[in-house]
T-cell receptor
């Protein structure tokens, strides 16, 4: 039972263009969502988060959108840079379950110069 | 600031041996998490602690796995006896008050 799904294992975009990574979830109790970025041989690094009381959160080139009715979130990176090439994980939690995070399978982003 | 420190970075051992993975969380963080990453199951939570107390160990695969946190600056994950299917990358993470979690660089474990 995969509660958080990232249906695209990989994505390739041109430098300077927009990257859109998608994530779907099934558990309506989730109320906090995060995106992590992972380089090879390193641990995941926190990127950006959003609470279910919002539908958008922005941090520099990164914006996360949340559509609660569709149980869908997306991460937009604009403009994309070659250094953004990494695996991106979305994760979800239920606030009153402490820090427990459920991760998606990840999407490998490749930004080509 | 020092991040989450895991040791060893790589471990290769034979089936049946005891394996001990170590983690030093970020100072001041009151939550500590152990994850396992495999191709088949992705990144899955094994157990987490709050203020050194285990809160949820429902992800621990079986009795061969155990985790301890004797103090705020140290945790171990033990596998005894180890099996080839335990081969994976094991991550430790810590956080102040639950989120966001800060991950170490992992231990790549190979059981032959």
């Amino acid at each position: 039972d995969q509660q958080v799904k990232q249906n695209s294992p990989s994505l390739s975009v041109q430098e300077g263009r927009i990257s859109i990574l998608n994530c779907d979830y099934t558990n309506s109790m989730f109320d906090y969502f995060l995106w992590y970025k992972k380089y090879p041989a390193e641990g995941p690094t926190f990127l950006i988060s959003i609470s279910s009381i919002k539908d958008k959160n922005e941090d520099g080139r990164f914006t996360v959108f949340l559509n609660k009715s569709a149980k869908h979130l997306s991460l937009h990176i604009v403009p994309s840079q070659p250094g953004d090439s990494a695996v991106y994980f979305c994760a979800a939690s239920v606030y009153n379950q402490g820090g427990k995070l459920i991760f998606g399978q990840g999407t490998e982003l490749s930004v080509k110069p | 600031d020092a991040g989450v420190i895991q040791s060893p970075r790589h471990e290769v051992t034979e089936m049946g041996q005891e394996v001990t993975l170590r983690c030093k969380p970020i100072s001041g963080h009151d939550y500590l998490f152990w994850y396992r990453q495999t191709m088949m199951r992705g990144l899955e939570l094994l157990i987490y602690f709050n203020n050194n107390v285990p809160i949820d160990d429902s992800g621990m695969p079986e009795d061969r796995f155990s985790a301890k946190m004797p103090n705020a600056s140290f945790s171990t994950l033990k596998i005894q006896p180890s099996e080839p299917r335990d081969s994976a990358v094991y991550f430790c993470a810590s956080s102040p008050g639950g989120q966001p979690q800060h991950f170490g660089d992992g231990t790549r474990l190979s059981i032959l």
